[in-house]
């Protein structure tokens, strides 16, 4: 877990200037390394995904906007799969729910494709489930317009 997340905060850190640096040296220096590093660490696969996840955004636990940008950009280097970032997003205390720049997230990453928008209804009907065993109707009945949106999105 220390070399990944050595490696995935040493490209974050280089890279917190812009993306175009970030992606630049996720290209030409680091992707390469990144991609063999994990290749060999000795670990599950969807523990790998929890590193990455969390090393990313603790470099910016103050800006958690910039650190999904960020795993947005990995996402398109194959470093780390959108449906897990969906996945993340809704189980982190339904983020998009408090949070604009999260449903923008979740929309920017969605976009037309179907086999997310149906990872992000499964996350929706799981959380719709938790907020009914929690007793929250408020949060439940936001949820469940929320995937209703989501259905209309796919006709």
């Given amino acids: 877990e ?3 997340t050595l490696v995935l905060q040493s490209v974050c850190l280089i890279g917190s200037r812009s ?3 970030f992606e630049e040296s996720l290209n030409k220096v680091f992707g390469d390394k990144l991609k063999s590093v994990l290749e ?4 599950g696969e969807a523990e790998k995904k929890e590193w990455i996840i969390n090393a990313v955004l603790r470099i ?5 906007r910039i650190g999904l940008m960020f795993l947005e950009r990995l996402a398109r280097y194959h470093i780390i799969d959108e449906g897990t ?11 998009p729910l408090r949070e604009v720049y999260a449903d923008e997230f979740l929309e920017r990453l969605i976009d037309d494709r ?16 938790k907020s009914k065993e929690d ?21």
């Fill in 40 to 43: 060999h660490v000795d670990a």
């Fill in 135 to 155: 007793g929250d109707e408020y949060q439940c009945k936001y949820l469940r317009d929320a995937m209703e949106y989501r259905r209309r999105e796919r006709v």
């Fill in 114 to 129: 179907e086999d997310l928008n149906l990872v992000c209804l499964e996350c929706l009907e799981r959380q719709v489930e």
């Fill in 2 to 4: 220390y070399i990944v």
């Fill in 19 to 21: 993306f175009s640096v």
């Fill in 85 to 95: 970032l969906v996945r993340y997003v809704w189980n982190y205390n339904c983020l």
């Fill in 60 to 64: 910016w636990n103050s800006e958690p």
